[in-house]
């Protein structure tokens, strides 16, 4: 049987403290991005309504589209069933790919096998 509202416990960081995010849109249900969230990140979004990821690349926060105008306003967050995945519900104000993209999933596989 389902929790209604997991305790902080229930989440299984990595062992680098850190937590897989997939990214959808709310209304069309297409997968955005994957983003990697921190606890603070964590925090942050629940605090603000909008999502903040942790940047492996930079090791700092990133609140997403802060700089851009792209932001992401959270619609409802689920922690999957092993605790160890988060699926982010978004409104978001624009393209979620650094490309410009809608999404970052727009290279289809079979263009990159033989």
Known sequence: M?????????IRW???GLLPAIVQDD????????AWM??????QTLALGETVFWSRSRQEL??????????????GMWLDCDGDTLLIRVRPAGPA?????RTCFFT????LLP
Request: hydrophobic share 35%; aromatic share 4%.
């Open 62 to 75: 990133w609140h997403k589209g802060v700089t851009s105008g792209n932001t992401q306003a959270v619609a």
């Open 27 to 34: 209304q069309t249900g297409e997968v955005l991005m994957l």
């Open 108 to 111: 289809p596989l079979d263009r």
């Open 38 to 43: 921190n606890a603070d990140s964590l925090r």
């Open 2 to 10: 389902a929790e209604e509202f997991p305790s902080p416990e229930a």
């Open 14 to 16: 990595n062992s680098d």
């Open 97 to 101: 790919c650094h490309t410009g993209a």
